[in-house]
């Protein structure tokens, strides 16, 4: 075979094969059952852009608004001053703390329910020791001498009140009979008034002598009761019962804790900064809105500290129901004077002058969420259930509000109960 002919051997053989393929190719797909997949369909064109706002807001069910009880309010233009948090300590106003001591010498006895601890919180007339006066001679014969002239006054107030009696009668009897004038007869009921109160007074101070004399033959007296002559807490016993002290002998203290005073510690460089006018003392770990109780200037001698360059401002802080101590550390916050300057902001809905009382922006503090960058944000309302998260700039935080440099608009309302929740919906930690 030449050259020529193996050539054309060769593609017939090929384009023979090739066919053949065809046709098998042509026969498997023309099986019944088994169609063409069908085309994805175009992409909808959308109306319009998504804005970014939309990707912020968050719609909630009915039933969703209802479990979370949101709650909104409008930000506000509100009177608020800046504030400054420092640490103080409760300490005892100057005379407020009475010492108690024995009026003569002699044995301390317990009363029945016990002698009260160091601590313990005691109101006035509470007793604190029973005490059993020793007498000397010389005590027992003053004590004798009083009580003699004692008795001697008792019996001639007894005389000058039934003869103020027998006055008074006859002026009754007379101004009945219309013999009498009726201001003899008020006369004669004063004097009658006054001979009777003598006569108490009298009678009084004998009693008080017959107690403190007792049995003067074996030299000793009743016993007296030592009481609390102030409410207050017992800061400190410096006696025991059964105890033998002379006179003057200290028994115990006696501190007044209403009202007390707070001693703040304030660099020298803002003291004049601050309105000590305007101060509020709450704990000293309060988050903001906790309960605060106003407190007022006290004047106090002045002291400092020069190694830490602070000087002391004092506060005096009422305390009815005793709930600050002494040496306890509380939360002081002070008003700041501040300057007459205003921040001007152009692209934000106001703007905010430092020291105008009356142009702040302010939401509650409740409606301000962070987020894991620290930012700051609130929830405005722009719908039915639905709310867009808008970033707001805290200036600071003064009790339970929050002044911003710039935030939400004035005419839509912020959640201020539920923020947080809308906020764990929305990045998914929702309840």
Avoid: C
């Amino acid at each position: 075979m030449t050259f020529r002919a193996g050539l054309l051997t060769g593609i017939i053989v090929t384009a023979a094969v090739a066919g053949l393929l065809a046709l098998a190719w042509a026969g498997f797909r023309s099986k019944p059952g088994m169609s063409e997949p069908a085309k994805p369909a175009a992409p909808a064109t959308l109306a319009r852009p998504l804005q970014e706002e939309e990707l912020l807001t968050i719609t909630v069910t009915p039933d969703a608004e209802k479990r979370l009880k949101i709650r909104t309010e409008k930000a506000a233009v509100r009177p608020v001053r800046r504030e400054r948090t420092y640490g103080g300590e409760v300490t005892t106003p100057p005379g407020h703390t009475i010492l108690v001591a024995a009026p003569l010498g002699g044995i301390l006895k317990a009363p029945a329910g016990g002698v009260p601890r160091a601590g313990a919180r005691v109101k006035r007339g509470d007793t604190i020791f029973q005490f059993q006066p020793l007498l000397s001679p010389e005590a027992k014969t003053t004590l004798t001498a009083a009580r003699v002239d004692a008795e001697g006054q008792v019996n001639s107030a007894r005389t000058s009140l039934a003869a103020a009696r027998i006055t008074l009668d006859r002026a009754k009897q007379l101004l009945g009979s219309e013999a009498g004038s009726r201001r003899a007869a008020e006369d004669a009921q004063a004097t009658f008034d006054i001979a009777q109160k003598t006569l108490e007074a009298a009678q009084a101070r004998l009693a008080l002598l017959t107690q403190a004399v007792g049995d003067a033959e074996k030299g000793t007296a009743a016993p007296l009761a030592i009481e609390s002559p102030i409410d207050g807490l017992l800061r400190n016993v410096t006696a025991l019962a059964e105890q033998n002290v002379p006179a003057g002998a200290t028994l115990f203290e006696v501190t007044n804790l209403d009202p007390v005073w707070v001693r703040v510690p304030v660099f020298v460089g803002e003291a004049a900064e601050l309105d000590a006018n305007e101060a509020n003392v709450g704990p000293l770990t309060a988050r903001p809105g906790a309960p605060t109780r106003p407190a007022r200037p006290a004047a106090a001698p002045p002291s400092a500290n020069p190694m830490a360059g602070t000087v002391d401002l004092y506060f005096a802080l009422p305390n009815p129901d005793g709930s600050f101590i002494p040496g306890q550390r509380v939360g002081v916050s002070i008003a700041v004077k501040e300057p007459e300057k205003s921040i001007i902001i152009p692209w934000v809905w106001v703007t905010i002058p430092l020291a105008d009382r009356k142009k702040a922006l302010t939401v509650p503090w409740s409606a301000v969420v962070f987020d894991i960058h620290g930012g700051t944000w609130v929830y405005e309302q722009v719908g039915p259930r639905t709310y867009s998260r808008q970033r707001v700039q805290v200036r600071y935080v003064t009790g339970g509000t929050a002044v911003l440099d710039w935030g939400p608009k004035l005419s839509k309302p912020v959640v201020t109960v539920g923020a947080q929740e809308l906020f764990g919906t929305e990045v998914g930690f929702g309840k």
